[in-house]
């Protein structure tokens, strides 16, 4: 009888742990291929130590205040300004 108590109370604990791995492990894949990209999820958890959070403090303060490059996609008609004279 406690044989039986014993193995089913340790079947538990085992099932519990096995699940408990699984979803740190989960996590981490998830944190590593996806949530690590968005820069207030880093923050929220503290880490420091990711690639991103790493390379963009090394930017010289010029590279910074540069000015963006022509590279812009073009904007389409409800993302351009018409001036106020040209309507009238």
């Known amino acids: 009888m406690w044989q039986s108590v014993g193995l089913t109370v340790l079947v538990i604990v ?5 699940a ?10 998830v ?3 996806f949530l690590s990209k968005f820069k207030f999820l880093r923050e929220m958890v503290g880490d420091a ?5 790493e390379s963009q403090p090394s930017q010289d303060k010029s590279e910074r205040t540069s000015p963006p490059t022509p590279r812009q996609r073009p904007k389409t008609a409800r993302q351009r ?8």
């Open 14 to 18: 085992a099932t519990l742990v096995f």
């Open 20 to 29: 408990l791995l699984f979803m740190l492990f989960g996590w981490y894949v």
């Open 31 to 33: 944190w590593q291929l």
């Open 49 to 53: 130590g990711s690639p991103q959070a």
């Open 81 to 88: 300004v018409i001036p106020i004279d040209s309507t009238l």
